[in-house]
């Protein structure tokens, strides 16, 4: 990589910093403008060329005495330098971020012209941009840096991707099909790369002359590398496909799973091509040696991802550096396992997927958020660098082109992937129940894309050992760039053409959740009527193993006990309370959401008042926080929205027009206040066991559960455009969050304080917000618009339109806290 | 047993088989359960049911037993409930769990689906009016929520009042304040679980061989 390359070799020379100077220039001016290809590219061969420049003059290190010399000759002899360029201190970071920006901007360029992104995958583009780069270093007379060096691939590019990939694994689907996944990534790999290597032997064989020198053990090497289904391509032309989830996770699963076959074929040849004979026990040994590699890998990402769970238990007071737990951790598992020579992708994969539920139990929604956002951004952002680096390896790397070879490789990789998947899937789809049919055949066949991966492999081959080192990796870029380009290009209009069912774009409804949790208890309890313990039967063990013991260790908090729907409940409420709040109330919400039904219309018409105590809920300290977030800035929202009355301060927001519309604004109000009552219905959270104290608990009830009925948060727009609140007090919808224990005598008193002041309030007429500390809780409450207006026609109705407040409720409470209200 | 007797089963299972589909293998097999369960009587009652250890850890265990003692799961369209089955109801209950075949048309896949569907729907609608009201909805995910202890007692009913939310704002659109919404009907119930693939998913492997874990279980 140009960058390690560079470490060794600072050279002195000021044009370079100029170059990446105006580099810089170039590129800032491009990132505003759509980046045409050749244009975008350009800029970036001033980088290469100081890296180019750097590699040449990699022996010259009496320059770097001498220029050093010169500094401090200069600094003796003359006045001390104002301004002094010392490139080579900042080159390797420097270089580094332009490949970063070069790949980023890229990406960005990409989603502008969306019709470019719409007929090629990205991945395509992504290399021929690196083509384009190496192909202008190469103009430009200087050395095309070995970009893609095994280390860097696979000690930096390689492990975002697979974490990412590890960590948001779909487990369930993932679990299903464990065995046909299993079964192509070890059976058909293996398949695959003595099929290529035989057969690539017995045509070198034929074919005579040059390629005669070929042995055996170098072409199985050779087929072992090229077989490798990549998971990098893989996912690249996956996602922009979205096939149906039962595809995806066959090919990517198959795609992640192979590793540990490919690892140990490919040290088992490597280490006999130099010793020659390969007896029965190699074999055995082989064999056991994928055993110990594939579970090694396992175990190894397992324990580090049992002590990133059993870590993240305890951050709840250091909650910023919580996210970085989960990359340390799966990091050192990656690393780790690379040590042994165990398959690190499997590490990564199991650490990933092992961590996850109890980290996410643990940790605090917004380093859960944090967490998501940096693994999809490295992870992305190392997917844009490997295929650019793909690109300019191809014209980097000395070529020996042999159309033999590369053909009958090209030609031998579909032949075999086809025969593999047909014949494994015949025997497969005998033990499936959802069968694999023809199609899905043929997408997991022709969705076998090769990448980086096997690149890196090839590059990593001793050339000593190999001397036909250069074609393979010739062969090994042909066969990347036919899969990647003509199979990836083809693959969306196939899936299209054949029908292959599509993923659904709906996100999970609290329904689907119900039923398939009701669906597994179901089929469970359907195994064991039926006396036999089938699937069902043990996944139901696990889970209540898991339940028992597994989480209460790892899990902080009584957070252990939640089960999966009620975790799912929180996780959609969450999500819907913060959607309110981005959306300020007045953006349309996603119409998936129960946004225009409350919960009166499905409530039958007499409750008992026992539903209004249903609501009792207990936070952890980190929940807690998160609420009075949201509460928080939905709290600025509104008091932005409610200061732009008066129209001095007049928040810019671009969603919002017309915002100094009189009327929008009403029903803006009419329709956040609408939500709101949904919110409260929808903010109905659990109760916990009332034996801590300690633990700060937040009720949120929805005040017109159990009293209006009838009157509802009725809020109408009258037709003389004015904020009319029918609602009596009673149908106020309240969110009212107890932060302190419920016994604390503090929220009664800071309630009446509410109350007069709410009072107080009407007095005045105007609209008013009411914000306490923190530590005591928050109150809100905005009462109707236009109150001024309004106060002289509905002289007798001086209700707030809307009260959410947040204090201890209770019954009792409710009362105290009407009275003020009514005349 | 006689020569004639097992003649005379396998006819009936030949009958059984055409008429549930499954093979005459698996009917072998679930008969020998049913033998087993119900201490070789001919008919199975609730008590024998409930007796499966298994099943006790199973949140939905009360759902299940009335699943196979209700006629409008046993392919008669009448509501109400039967007191013993034979091994007859017993496979017809047993056949809704049944994997779909490789090669379907869409409307036999969509009849599997609103068949499947259909006994979920069933187990909910524990009146058997048509439709799963609010009351009905709640106890089921009480029920699904009853081994949680308490905290699943309490968000039950708000799981199920967001889930009805849900449903009445998918299927009904706007509503009026006014207007109410008295349950999930069967149509909606399909409408809702649109993406849900129940037909890939609500199936047991049946065995086809008799092996030795067919005797564990109880």
Redesign the interface.
């Known amino acids: 990589m140009s960058v390690r390359v560079a470490l060794h070799s600072p050279t002195g020379s000021r044009s370079f910093l100029e170059r990446g100077l105006l580099l810089l220039v170039m590129l800032i001016f491009l990132e505003g403008t759509v980046l045409t290809l050749g244009a975008a590219s350009s800029p970036d061969i001033s980088a290469q060329d100081n890296t180019g420049g750097g590699h040449d003059r990699r022996d010259d290190h009496r320059g770097i005495a001498g220029s050093h010399e010169q500094t401090n000759y200069t600094y003796t002899k003359k006045a001390f330098p104002v301004l002094s360029l010392d490139y080579h201190h900042i080159q390797v970071p420097f270089e580094i971020s332009l490949w970063v920006l070069l790949a980023s901007l890229m990406k960005l360029g990409f989603h502008l012209i969306p019709r470019l992104s719409g007929i090629v995958p990205e991945s395509c583009l992504l290399i021929v941009v690196g083509l384009l780069v190496g192909g202008l270093i190469k103009l430009a007379g200087e050395e095309v840096p070995p970009v893609l060096d095994s280390n860097l691939f696979f000690l930096c590019l390689l492990p975002p991707i697979i974490l990412d990939a590890g960590y948001f694994l779909p487990i369930r689907p993932f679990m299903e099909n464990i065995g046909t996944i299993l079964m192509f990534a070890v059976v058909g790999t293996l398949w695959n790369a003595f099929f290529v290597g035989g057969l690539l032997y017995a045509v070198c064989q034929i074919e005579g002359t040059y390629l005669s020198q070929v042995e055996l053990l170098p072409c199985l090497l050779f087929g072992s590398i090229i077989s490798a289904v990549d998971p990098v391509a893989v996912l690249a032309v996956f996602e922009e496909i979205h096939i149906n989830e039962l595809l995806h996770i066959l090919v990517f699963g198959e795609s992640l799973l192979n590793d540990a076959v490919t690892v140990v074929l490919y040290h088992l040849f490597e280490e006999y091509s130099g010793a020659g004979e390969v007896t029965p026990m190699d074999v055995v040994l082989g064999v056991i040696c994928f055993l110990i590699v594939s579970l090694g890998g396992i175990a190894v990402g397992a324990i580090y991802g049992i002590l990133a769970a059993f870590t993240s238990r305890f951050t709840s007071h250091t909650r910023v550096i919580e996210p970085l737990f989960v990359f340390v951790y799966s990091y050192m598992a990656y690393l780790s396992a690379e040590m042994f020579h165990l398959s690190g992708i499997m590490a990564l994969i199991a650490c990933g997927a092992v961590m996850r539920p109890y980290v996410e139990a643990n940790i605090s929604h917004k380093s859960h958020t944090t967490v998501k956002y940096f693994l999809k951004m490295w992870s992305s952002v190392s997917e844009t660098l490997i295929f650019i680096f793909l690109g300019v390896a191809t014209v980097a790397g000395p070529h020996a082109w042999n159309w033999t070879f590369v053909s009958v490789t090209v030609i031998l990789c579909l032949v075999s992937r086809v025969i593999g998947v047909v014949g494994l899937t015949f025997i497969i789809n005998k033990f499936r129940i959802v069968k694999l049919t023809t199609k899905d055949q043929f997408i997991v066949a022709y969705g076998g894309l090769r990448g980086a991966i096997a690149f890196s492999l090839g590059y990593l081959l001793n050339k000593d050992h190999f001397p036909m080192r250069t074609m393979f990796l010739t062969a090994i870029i042909t066969e990347i760039f036919f899969t990647v380009f003509v199979q990836g290009m083809t693959i969306k209009p196939l899936v299209d053409l054949l029908a292959v069912k599509k993923k659904q774009e709906a996100k999970r409804s609290i329904n689907e959740e119900i039923h398939t949790q009701f669906l597994d208890h179901l089929l469970t309890g359907i195994e064991d009527i039926c006396g036999h313990y089938g699937h069902h039967h043990w996944k139901d063990k696990l889970n209540r193993f898991n339940k028992k013991y597994i989480k209460k260790c790892l899990i902080a908090g009584e957070r252990y006990k939640e089960p999966q729907l009620i975790a799912f409940y929180h996780k959609m409420e969450f999500k819907q309370a913060i959607e309110l709040v981005e959306s300020g109330g007045g953006v349309k919400l996603p119409s998936a959401m129960p946004s225009q039904v409350s919960m009166q219309n499905i409530q039958p018409k007499k409750l008992p008042p026992a539903v209004a105590e249903r609501a009792l809920p207990q936070f952890t300290k980190g929940r807690e926080e998160e609420i009075r977030k949201i509460l928080r800035s939905n709290l600025q929202k509104t008091r932005q929205r409610l200061r732009s009355y008066n129209r001095h301060t007049l928040v810019a927001d671009p969603f919002e027009d017309g915002w100094n519309d009189f009327l929008l604004k009403k029903q803006r109000m009419i329709e956040l206040e609408k939500k709101m009552t949904e919110m409260s219905n929808y903010l109905t959270v659990p109760a916990a066991p009332p034996d801590s104290p300690t633990m700060c608990r937040a009720r949120l009830a929805s005040g017109d559960d159990f009293k209006a009925e009838k009157a509802g948060a009725k809020v109408i727009p009258d037709p003389n455009a004015f904020y009319n609140i029918k609602a009596s007090s009673e149908g106020v919808p309240t969110i009212q969050v107890d932060l302190a224990s419920p016994q604390s005598p503090d929220s009664v008193n800071m309630l009446n304080e509410f109350s007069k002041r709410g009072a107080k309030d009407q007095g005045l007429g105007q609209r008013e917000v009411a914000t306490r500390d923190e530590d005591q809780g928050l109150m809100m409450k905005p009462s109707s618009a236009g109150k001024e207006e309004k106060g002289e026609e509905e002289g007798g109705n001086k209700n707030p339109g809307l009260m959410r407040c947040l204090s201890d409720p209770g019954p009792s409470n409710e009362d105290e806290e009407d009275e003020p209200f009514l005349p | 047993m006689g020569a004639s007797q097992s003649a005379r089963t396998e006819h009936e299972f030949q009958d059984l088989a055409d008429r549930t589909g499954f093979s005459l293998e698996q009917i072998g097999n679930?008969n020998k359960?049913f033998r087993?369960?119900s201490k070789n009587e001919e008919t199975l009652s609730r008590q024998d049911?409930a007796s499966?250890s298994?099943?006790d850890?199973?949140?939905?265990?009360a759902q299940?037993i009335n699943a196979?003692f209700d006629k409008r799961n046993l392919r008669q369209n009448e509501a109400g409930t039967v007191q013993v089955i034979g091994f007859e109801e017993f496979l017809m209950v047993?056949s809704h769990?049944r994997?779909?075949a490789?090669?379907i048309t869409e409307e036999e896949r969509e009849k599997l689906r609103r068949e499947k569907l259909r006994f979920?729907f069933n187990?909910h609608d524990t009146d058997s009016d048509g439709t799963i009201?609010?009351?009905e909805y709640r106890r089921?995910?009480e029920e699904?929520?009853s081994?949680?202890?308490?905290?699943?007692q309490?968000?039950a009913?708000?799981?199920a009042?967001?889930?009805?939310?849900?449903?009445?704002?998918?299927t009904?659109?706007?509503?009026e304040?006014?207007?109410?919404?008295e349950g999930i009907t069967f149509e909606n119930f399909l409408q809702?679980?649109k993406?849900?693939d129940?037909e890939?998913?609500?199936?047991?492997?049946?065995?086809n061989m008799d092996?030795a874990?067919?005797?564990?279980?109880?």
């Open positions: 679930l359960r087993q369960l049911l499966i298994a099943l850890n199973n949140p939905l265990r299940i196979f047993m769990f994997p779909a490789m090669h979920v187990m009201t609010l009351e089921a995910v699904l929520l081994k949680a202890g308490t905290i699943g309490e968000t009913k708000a799981i009042d967001a889930a009805m939310l849900e449903v009445a704002s998918t009904r659109g706007k509503m304040p006014d207007e109410f919404y809702i679980l993406t849900f129940i890939t998913r609500m199936h047991v492997r049946f065995l092996t874990t067919m005797r564990c279980g109880k």
